[in-house]
């Protein structure tokens, strides 16, 4: 009988034991695909921003030649001033507009998976399509506002620079509202319905109940959701491309768009890839930035649905 309950124990142990050393093969195929994709083309970028090459010729080594040249561009800081402004005028649009629609639709009724399927619709579409079709809508002459006769909609809507950026940041948010919803949804849905039975016994109303339990429920998924609005905001370039190319003048010149038009139309790629490093060391800082900010609360994190 010893024998036999040392077999069983083994043979209960052994998948376990064998367990712990498959798991971390289970995680070489991701780290290689970071390492091909991600990590081996940063590392040349690093070392293309020393270097001057107009993606013909030969790549010669100029040292800190365009790090100087980039840094000392007087179209830096506007470039830079426009990257933040998008990003912090997308975040305080798309925030509050994606937390009410997420919190709209975790719902239970059958309508709200329909109208849930037609708000995802914007996120699978193309960002040249969406930019292509905005563009032609707020054309002034046969436009949306020409073709409906509504003089209110009859502007120069890509001619001037407040009226472009302001476009910039509403078919920006327009995208992807629908992608941070669905994140806020799925976050609504976890929070425990214990809370709001109780608080519906002390008598609160919708609105104190939403103050009160569900925005403190869905902090940790606000600042996952943040961090991507804000990350993915500094990659802005197709959209801005076809939609203003970074016009009237210089009023929607991103960074992404700045480094594509210094690599691609100027064919100075070393001075992109300093922009493109610039780029990814901002973004990692203000992923670290939001991360701290957040904190991290164990006992509200086994509440909190993100």
């Not at 997308?90 to 849930?116: D, H, N």
Request: charged share 15%.
């Amino acid at each position: 009988m010893s024998a036999i309950t040392a077999r069983r124990t083994s043979s209960a142990v052994a998948p376990e034991a064998r367990g712990g050393g498959v798991l971390p093969w289970l995680a070489l195929p991701a780290l290689l695909a970071f390492v091909a994709f991600a990590l081996i083309p940063l590392v040349g970028v690093l070392l293309l921003s020393f270097t001057s090459w107009d993606t013909l010729g030969e790549i010669k080594l100029t040292g800190l030649d365009s790090w100087r040249a980039v840094l000392t561009d007087p179209g830096l800081p506007h470039a830079l001033w426009v990257t933040f402004l998008i990003m912090l005028l997308s975040w305080a649009f798309q925030t509050p507009a994606s937390i009410l629609i997420g919190v709209f639709l975790a719902g239970r009724q059958r309508y709200r998976e329909l109208l849930a399927v037609l708000y995802f619709i914007p996120l699978l579409l193309s960002s040249a399509a969406i930019a292509i079709t905005f563009k032609a809508l707020l054309d002034p002459n046969f436009g949306l506002g020409a073709g409906l006769g509504i003089d209110l909609l009859v502007q120069d809507w890509l001619g001037e620079p407040g009226l472009a950026f302001g476009v910039v940041i509403f078919v920006v948010s327009w995208q992807y509202i629908p992608f941070h919803s669905l994140l806020y949804q799925g976050g609504v849905r976890q929070i425990p319905r214990s809370l709001y039975e109780a608080a519906e016994l002390d008598g609160a109303g919708r609105v104190r109940m939403f103050f009160s339990i569900t925005l403190p429920q869905l902090k940790y998924t606000i600042i996952t959701s943040s961090t991507l609005m804000v990350v993915g905001s500094l990659t802005f370039f197709d959209l801005i491309f076809v939609l203003t190319e970074g016009g009237p003048g210089d009023a929607t010149r991103a960074l992404a768009l700045d480094m594509y038009k210094r690599g691609f139309q100027a064919n100075l790629m070393g001075a992109a890839c300093v922009i493109g490093v610039i780029l990814v060391l901002v973004g990692l800082a203000l992923a670290l930035l939001l991360r701290r900010l957040g904190g991290r609360d164990p006992q509200a994190s086994q509440l909190e649905g993100a």
